[in-house]
């Protein structure tokens, strides 16, 4: 089955497709870093726009990529959410009315899953089951994978989620946006001695994380001292290095807690060089992870995502409809009854 795959859920208009037998035959991004960064954050308004303009030339650059036509087409993915409601709409709404005009069934995707199984592209890929911490600019997540749409939440960020405190501290720094790979770039450069950063619910009982207090402490840390290069490096070394320890504490008791031996990791903040290093020094476990490219949000992970889920039969309803707020949890498994 060869899949069309539409993301457009933030700030990146992708487009990809997916054959089950061949693999990816097409994989376009365009970031629109660009227009958001004047403003320090994406402008849902205009990402919506953008997204409008972008969609269907990226449409028409991978299938002339993957040098097939559009009746090649056997199945549409498009990003159903969670997401900016209005650049959601847009791909819902050009996915499903191709859908439509091309008479083949369509697939709306949940964001969170197509990241989770974006670790499927690759040839050494993990199998089921398996712990998986889904860290991005909008979630921070531990969950136990039994399976497609069998997922239990063991736990989850009760306020920023890591990739939002990287951009806010980054951006307390005076970092340019998006601020996370910056602050990482940055901290490379930084003294590990000089501050110590404080690991928040590192010693709860719990597998849940709270990120909204270590940015905090960083304000209050730069604001104490003198704001030169030196110290915002120790900053975001302290910073890099308090998140690190928290994500890989957690990662090895949700591994002991459900006595699995593989860890996938998963989303844009799965690509910080330091996370991996410590996650494989640290571990004893197989670890997994996605190329960088698959990290951030693409079509390739939406095309994979739907080709898993409309070649075992199912399909959206004639509708357009898209959910900014949905639990990955609320997810079953195409074969439940």
């Known amino acids: 089955m060869r899949v069309l795959g539409i993301e457009t859920s933030c700030d990146e208009t992708a487009v990809a497709i997916y054959d089950g037998d061949r693999g990816l035959l097409a994989h376009q991004v365009y970031s629109q870093i660009d227009i958001h960064r004047e403003w320090g954050g994406v402008v849902p308004e205009l990402a919506s726009r953008d997204h409008i303009r972008k969609t269907l030339p990226l449409i028409q650059l991978a299938l002339k990529n993957a040098n097939c036509d559009k009746k090649d087409i056997q199945g549409i993915a498009y990003t159903k959410g969670p997401g900016l409601i209005g650049a959601l709409m847009v791909g819902a709404s050009i996915g499903r009315s191709l859908s439509y005009a091309l008479n083949i069934p369509a697939i709306g995707v949940h964001h969170m899953e197509a990241h989770l199984l974006a670790v499927m592209l690759e040839e050494n890929k993990p199998k089921f089951p398996f712990v998986a911490l889904l860290v991005s600019g909008g979630h921070t997540l531990l969950l136990e994978v039994k ?58 009982k719990d597998l849940n994380f709270s990120f909204s207090g270590l940015k905090t402490h960083a304000m209050q840390v730069f604001q104490q ?13 302290a910073f890099e290095d308090a998140v690190v320890e928290t994500l890989v504490t957690k990662c090895r008791r949700a591994l002991e807690l459900t006595g699995l031996n593989k860890l996938v990791m998963v989303g844009g903040v799965s690509a910080n060089k330091k996370l991996r290093e410590t996650i494989k020094q640290s571990l004893v476990a197989e670890v997994f992870y996605p190329r960088p490219e698959y990290c951030t949000d693409n079509g390739a992970m939406v095309a994979y995502a739907g080709w898993s889920r409309l070649s075992a039969g199912q399909h959206e309803d004639l509708i357009i409809e898209v959910k900014p707020r949905w639990s990955i949890t609320t997810l079953t498994s195409p074969n439940a009854k």
């Open 225 to 237: 001292h003198e704001q030169n290069a030196k110290t915002k490096a120790d900053i975001a070394r």
């Open 147 to 204: 399976g497609l749409g069998k997922y239990r939440l063991l736990g989850e960020s009760l306020d920023d989620a890591v990739g939002e405190a990287f951009d806010k501290t980054a951006k307390l720094l005076g970092l340019p946006y998006p601020g996370g790979p910056h602050l990482a770039k940055l901290a490379e450069q930084g003294d590990a001695l000089r501050f110590l950063f404080p690991r928040p619910m590192l010693h709860s």
